[in-house]
């Protein structure tokens, strides 16, 4: 069955450095998304992304957080100037079209220090 | 405005005893899909199953089952004869099928079933 891809799973850096997170989306699929979950607390959306471009963002996805597809196959998350508060679980989905359910990746845990 | 109520945030249970998740929703749309995912301790998120708001039927998969009724806004979640291996949180979503599609998400219910 198909798969969305997570890289790296655990990733540990300094506050203040950039970090990205990246995710490889089913291949026929057109919508992606990425969401976070802090340690112990609800699933949270972030962004989704359609047709190259960012069609909605929470409020958490501020200007220190982006998005891109660099080349049809990858999806990325950068987080410009980390901080303690941004340690979470990353889950990246995507889906076909809106008539299909979301499939999630593993998540990388971002752990920053 | 959108979201989920999982007033439950653990339960725990003894193998082989049926368990029911509860799971309320607020929405304005008349259009909408409802989601179970299950997240083990491994972390990821696995899903169960999605409901469209005019499907009100009960669906049965094993030994889970969905009882949908959208009178009481309710999506509640049942294991029947439960197994150690069904320890996990089990979150309840929601995304509205007009304007925006992201999954507004509940708080979770921590299920452990014990041996």
């Known amino acids: 069955e198909p798969e969305v891809t997570q890289t790296p799973s655990h990733q540990v850096t300094q506050m203040g450095q950039e970090v990205i997170l990246r995710c490889v989306p089913i291949s026929n699929h057109l919508y992606f998304y990425w969401y976070r979950q802090i340690l112990g607390q609800k699933v949270e959306f972030l962004v989704s992304f359609y047709n190259n471009e960012i069609s909605e963002k929470s409020e958490i996805f501020d200007d220190q957080f982006s998005v891109e597809r660099p080349d049809g196959s990858n999806f990325t998350l950068k987080i410009r100037s980390t901080k303690l508060e941004d340690s979470a679980m990353y889950f990246c989905?995507?889906?076909?079209?809106?008539?299909?359910?979301?499939?999630f990746g593993s998540g990388t845990r971002l752990t920053v220090v | 405005a959108q979201k989920v109520t999982q007033a439950q945030t653990e339960i725990s249970v003894v193998e082989k005893e049926d368990v029911t998740l509860d799971c309320v929703y607020e929405?304005?749309?008349?259009?909408?899909?409802l989601f179970w995912y299950k997240q083990p301790p491994s972390g990821e998120l696995v899903f169960l199953i999605r409901?469209?708001?005019?499907?009100?039927q009960n669906e049965i998969s094993g030994r889970y089952s969905w009882n949908f009724q959208k009178s009481t806004s309710s999506f509640n979640f049942t294991i029947t004869a439960s197994q150690v291996v069904d320890s996990a949180v089990y979150f309840c979503a929601l995304s509205e099928a007009v304007d925006t599609d992201k999954l507004i998400f509940g708080t979770g219910t921590r299920l452990q079933v014990f041996p």
């Open positions: 409901r469209n708001s005019f499907d009100e």
């Open positions: 989905a995507s889906r076909q079209s809106f008539n299909y359910g979301y499939t």
């Open positions: 929405t304005r749309d008349t259009t909408y899909y």
